[in-house]
């Protein structure tokens, strides 16, 4: 696993300082997922490629220096963790719905001993009443239909900053029927960039959608009326 980490990050042109914590954090993962559901990804290289260099891709496609970042449905810490541990200048908010998953986080972060880390129990539409505007950077992966995702996340990006949605290469119907959501966010998709997750042959997508102005004060609204009546 070591050595596929630091190839992995060697072909994203990233630094390898973080290796020996992301390795710890697999250690915790694997045994946490023991007695919780956190993942269904257990075997190391799994781990390494679709967990850990899947996550640090971002930061090729992104500046994420000094960024306020925001981790929107974050699970056991995905992308966000990993774009901490690589990148440390960023203020990380992991925000999960489920409890347990952000006890699971605390345990990481405090046995890592990374700082600006808050990992914050709560709805993403709920957490908005306190947080619009806040974040330069919002990610998300694997939570919601870009269309819902959206209303979830751009309310909490500041003015001028990107919402980017992890998504795989087939989502082109998904993000054209997330088009008028987004508009009405104050967000617009400026870009779709693919890109090969190293050491495998799989493929991801990364959806920049740039924060042109500010969320009407209208949204979030509540998940059930998201859910049932999507923008
Ligand atoms: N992002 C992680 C990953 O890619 O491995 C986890 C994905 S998991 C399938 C979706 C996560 O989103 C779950 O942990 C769930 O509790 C969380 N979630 C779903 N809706 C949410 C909401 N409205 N606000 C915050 N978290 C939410």
Sequence with gaps: MEQLLRSGLSTLGLPADGVPALLRYAD????????????????????????????????????????TVADVGTGAGFPG??????????????LDSLNKRIDFLKE?????????????????????????????????????NLQMLSELCLPLVKPGGYFL????????????????????????VEETRDYAIPGTSV???????????????????AFAKIKKNPL
């Design 108 to 144: 990481v972060c405090a046995d890592l001993e990374l700082s600006d880390v808050t990992c914050v129990h709560g709805r993403a539409e709920e957490f908005a009443a306190g947080h619009r505007g806040s974040f330069d950077i919002v990610t998300s992966r694997a939570v919601a």
């Design 165 to 188: 949605a992890m998504k795989s290469v087939d989502s082109d119907e998904e993000i054209a029927a997330a088009k008028n959501a987004v508009k009405l966010l104050g967000g617009a």
């Design 203 to 221: 493929r991801h997508r990364l959806v920049f959608v740039k924060k042109i102005k500010e969320t009407p004060k209208k949204y979030p609204r």
């Design 28 to 67: 915790l993962l694997v045994e946490k997922n023991k007695v919780m559901n956190l993942t269904a990804i257990t075997d190391p290289a799994d781990i390494a490629a679709l967990h850990f260099l899947d996550s640090a891709a971002l930061l090729k496609a992104a500046d994420f220096r000094n960024k």
């Design 81 to 94: 963790l990993p774009l901490r541990i690589v990148e440390p200048t960023i203020r990380l908010t992991l």
